[in-house]
């Protein structure tokens, strides 16, 4: 037993001189693999993260983000087929006018975080005149986007254009217009009137 520990401390120091590491020495006696089993098990989960590009410990989640309007529409158009003629954060939730292929108004809510539908009924609102939009939402968004860097928070079709408002990286909010046929951004100014709960975010 003496002789093999000795044996053991012999081969290590020979490795350490050579220049390289012991991070874990197997006796003659069956004890294991040391401490190389934590070392191993570290290695494995920065394989796995550099091989998925995702970063150890990371679920995935919202991380107390707040969703694009894109990954909103989307989800609502997926739960009702249609048009969206606006998207709206305000307390603590998205809130989505829809006109369906059924040709019924629907009102829907959506998760701020994760985008995911929470409610929606049918709407009576007579919005007759705003259902054929040839901009959509997502891409009068963009459009938002590229004229203020930041979160967009709410999208409206209304007055024959499309209205965005924008929270830039600085808190500041933005409203930006958007021409209905176009998509082009007509005019962007500060908004100075603050309303009581609304929401916003910064995610982009």
């Known amino acids: 037993m003496k002789r093999n520990y000795v044996i053991a401390c012999i ?9 390289g590491t012991a ?5 003659a006696d069956g004890g294991g693999t040391g401490t190389g089993t934590g070392s191993s098990g570290a290695a494995t989960a920065t394989t796995a993260s550099a091989r998925t590009g995702t970063p150890a410990g990371n679920t995935g989640g919202s991380g107390g983000g707040v969703a694009t309007v ?11 087929p249609g048009t969206v003629t606006s998207a ?8 989505v006018d829809l006109y369906g292929k059924d040709k019924v108004w629907h009102e829907i809510h959506l998760d701020r975080g994760t985008g995911k539908v929470i409610a929606s009924r049918t709407d009576g609102g007579d919005q007759d005149d705003r259902k054929g939009a040839p901009v959509t939402a997502v891409r009068a968004a963009a459009a938002a986007r590229g004229a203020v860097a930041g979160t ?4 409206e079709l209304d ?5 965005a408002e924008v929270t830039a990286h600085n808190g500041a909010r933005h409203e930006v217009y958007i021409d209905l046929t ?9 908004n100075r009137h603050q309303h009581d709960g609304d929401d916003d975010g910064d995610d982009d």
Do not use: C, F, I, M
């Open 152 to 155: 967009v928070t709410s999208v």
């Open 159 to 163: 007055n024959g254009r499309w209205e």
């Open 88 to 95: 709206e954060l305000d307390h603590g939730r998205w809130e």
């Open 11 to 19: 081969a290590a120091a020979a490795v350490l001189a050579a220049g």
């Open 70 to 80: 894109d990954r909103v529409v989307h989800a609502a158009q997926a739960s009702e």
């Open 182 to 190: 176009t998509g082009k951004v007509t005019s962007e100014h500060l």
């Open 23 to 27: 991070t874990g020495v197997a006796l």
